[in-house]
Nanobody, 122 residues
């Protein structure tokens, strides 16, 4: 089993910063990609940022230049540094990883965290 534990959410004023963390644990052979998604009230879940095992990154247009994703492979942890936060960034932020749990099958499986709430006040 793979567990993802997110932390770092909270309430912040517009223009402020937060840093989210997501630590993966369990029977992990390797992690292919790590990413952050968010879901605002009444909206669909959307990709915020993703980072591959080779450290290539991709960002939603709405967060480019403000958010930075990074990962610590030794700790199986992904981070999301969020600067210049806006009220429209308010959402539940979910961590997602693509991990291989068996060296025999070598199949990448998707795992989700339970989410952490980020609220940006105007």
């Amino acid at each position: 089993q793979v567990q993802l534990v997110e932390s770092g959410g909270g309430l912040v004023q517009a223009g402020g910063s937060l840093r989210l963390s997501c630590a993966a644990s369990g029977s992990i052979f390797s992690i292919n990609y790590m990413g952050w998604y968010r879901q605002a009230p009444g909206k669909q879940r959307e990709l915020v940022a993703i980072i591959t095992s080779g450290s290539s990154t991709n960002y939603a247009d709405s967060v480019k230049g403000r958010f930075t994703i990074s990962r610590d492979n030794a700790k199986n942890t992904v981070y999301l540094q969020m600067n210049s936060l806006k009220p429209e960034d308010t959402a539940v932020y979910y961590c997602k990883i693509g991990a291989v749990v068996s060296a025999i099958t070598n199949t990448i499986m998707d795992y989700w965290g339970k989410g952490t709430l980020v609220t940006v006040s105007s």
